[in-house]
Each structure stands twice: as structure tokens, then as C-alpha cells.
């Protein structure tokens, strides 16, 4: 609470240091704090900047290092998120040294996403890697959290050894991060350093939490991850819109055309199908009977985000082939093959993530595996008739039925709630 009554009129409480000494995993209606709803906010210019800049690079004919640079943003932007809410999860105290340090991370956020500019322009034209302000966004959020790991460590008799360890390691990633970003290194190099790093960080809550786990709530994390997962969303509805656009306003081309509301119905269908598709589970139940399925769920949410933003992502570049084709001014930098497949394996990730969560949570019936497969042949017929040409605007159509075939199972009459497919 952060107000109080005193005969009729409204107090604010102040917010005095509390001990840092964890949470109750078992506490009732835990849900996310304004605080995390704030901090959440800045990551929506993360990713939408990863998103655009992505579609930029495609249509300028960088798909491949633009996707390489696209990954390494999205994963700078989820790793960092990831951390902080399953650090909130275990230990938020709400008190204003908790406050001023998530100010701080914020603050890193948004050096992040400003650095993603940059990032994208030195791996697609530059063949480098420089991405100081990427890492240097990062260093600041992870640097911040150290401080709350120190605290932890200092206030928590049981948690004293897992949180001193963490500080230890996040610095010395943070270290080799800071020294990768000096050298800039060709893109021959960066690549798989940045791999070897991400992995590095990757292990760290693996290696820590190997004998026992901080005391996270399955139920706020369930909500924290859901919170985000709309966040991307969000991004497939920025992209619909983009490509509307394109199709609407470009010089030469005679407003709504068919092709134009194929992309809006297209884009909404597919954000809306996604979103049935994640929420169809009780995720904190199976999270409270499983926790040690921690993190093959926590991590096996950087392949989805990245493919919902990526969704979104091929959707401009969709709408903006459409909108070249029918202004007719011979500008089109992809194929029509290659702006239907950016936008159709984006969604096959998604739902192999899904599933691929779901299945090692749940485990998996014959009639999980048929549902899926079904799902990415719908995908799969939709490139073929790119490949011989069918109309683009009627390929991102048949797109967008992947998903909702597996809606139409999880909604399929007489299976048992409980244990439809994709659901806990």
C-alpha cells in the first residue's frame, strides 16, 4: 500500500528500508507491481525498435546479418528483462533503495534501445560489430542488479551464498561484455563470441540455483511472462499497421484495395491467434508442480518473443512488397517468396516454442505432435503458393490460418479440460 486514511483523507505512506530476506513462494493474489508495469514500459521501445530495424534491413536487402543483429538485440533486450523479473519475483521489497536501483535499470533500457540503431547499421553494412550502446544499456541494468544481489546477500542468512555468487558472476560477464563492445571485431569473429557470451550468461542461474532455487511465485512469474508476451504482441499490431499503411498512402496506389485489408485482417488474426495460443494454459499450476522446469520455461521464452516481434516484423515487409508491387515504380527489394517466409517462419517458431514448452512441462500425446505438425503444414502450403506466385496478400492469408488451426484443437468439443493440446 502506499496510502493510508486518517479520517476521511488520503496519506501517503513513505517506503523505509525493508530487509531484502525473500519473498513467500506461497503468497496469496501475488500479482506484478505498478513498479514492474512501469519498468515494462521501456522495453516496448526495445523491442520495437529491434522490430523495425529488422524490417528495414530486409527491405534493403540485409536479411541475413540483419536477422543475426536482430537476434543479438532481442536477447541483450529478454535476457535483461528476464533477469529482473525473476529477481522481483523472489525479493521485491518496494522500498525506495528497491525503486531508485529499478530507476536505474530503466535507465539502461533505454541506452540499450538507442544503441540499436548502430548495432543494426555496423552488422548489416559494416560487417562488424559495434555495439557499444547496446552493451553498454545492458552493462547498466545487469551492474544494477548486482547491487540488488549484494543486498540480498547481506540481508538474507539462506539466500546469502546463492546471492553472492550471482553478483560475482553477472560481473565478471558484464566484464567480458564491456571488453567484446571496445574491440568492435569483424563479424567473423563477433558472431560466435556473442554466442559464447550469451551462453555464459545463460548458465549463470543454472550453475547458482543447481542445489537450491530462490523463492520466485509460479503465479507472478506465470503473469510477468504473460505481461511481456502482450508486449510483443503489441509489435504484430505495429507491423499490421505499417504495412496498412504502406498500402494506403503510397503515391500511385488507389486506397483500399483488397490486398490492403488482406494485411490488416491477416496481421490482427495472427497477433489475436498467437495470444489464444499462449494463454489457453494454466502455466502457474504446472510451474507449482514442476519447478524445476524453471528454465527450459524462463529461457524458452527468447525464441518466442523474438518470434512474435519478428511477426510483426514481416508484416511491414509484406505490406511495404505489396505497396512497391501496386505502385508499380519497380522498387521491390525482396520477392514475394521472401515476404511471405518472413513472415510464416517467425510464426513457426512461435508455435514450436509453445509447444516445445508446453511438452516438457506437460509432456506430450500423439495428438499434440499431428496438431502442430498440421499447423506447420498450413505454413508450409502458404511459401509453395508464394513460390508459384499466387497473390502475396492471399499467401499472408493462408499464413495466418496456421495458428488457428491449433486453436480450432485446443477448442475442439469433448477434449478434457486440462489436457487439450498446447494445454496444461
Known sequence: MTEARTSGVRVARAHPLARMTGRDPDERERVSSPLELLFDLTFVIAVGNAAGYLATSIDESHLLTGLCAFVMAMFATALAWINFTWFASAFDTDDWLYRILTMVQMIGVVVLALGIPRLFE?????????????????????VALVAQWVRAGRQ?????????????LVVLAQVCWVVFALLAPSWTVAGPVFVLLGLLEV???????????????????????????????????????????????RPGVAGWTWQAVAVVVAGIGLT?????????????GQLRRRPAGQFVFGYGHVPLFAAIAATGAGLHVAGSQLAARAGGDGHEAVGETTALAVVAVPVAVFLVAVWAIRAYLLGSTAG???????????LLVAV???V?????????????????????????????????????
Open 122 to 142: 555496423s552488422v548489416t553494412r559494416e560487417g562488424s560489430f559495434h555495439g557499444t550502446g547496446v552493451v553498454a544499456g545492458y552493462v547498466v541494468m545487469r
Open 388 to 424: 508459384v506466385h499466387v497473390d502475396l496478400a492471399a499467401c499472408v492469408l493462408v499464413v495466418m490460418l496456421s495458428p488457428f488451426v491449433t486453436v480450432a484443437g485446443i477448442e475442439m468439443p469433448g477434449v478434457r479440460p486440462g489436457r487439450r493440446a498446447f494445454v496444461g
Open 384 to 386: 509453395v503458393l508464394a
Open 272 to 284: 489475436f491467434a498467437m495470444w489464444w495460443i499462449y494463454f489457453a494454459a494454466d502455466v502457474a
Open 368 to 378: 499434440d505432435v499431428a496438431l502442430l505438425a498440421l499447423s506447420l503444414a498450413v
Open 203 to 249: 548458465a549463470i542461474p543454472v550453475l547458482v540455483e543447481r542445489r537450491s532455487v530462490t523463492p520466485w511465485h509460479p503465479a507472478h512469474i506465470a503473469e510477468r511472462y504473460g505481461l511481456f508476451t502482450i508486449i510483443t504482441l503489441g509489435e504484430a499490431v505495429v507491423g499490421t499497421v505499417a504495412s496498412s499503411s504502406l498500402a494506403l498512402h
Open 156 to 168: 538474507s542468512a539462506t539466500e546469502r551464498s546463492k546471492a553472492r555468487h550471482y553478483a560475482l
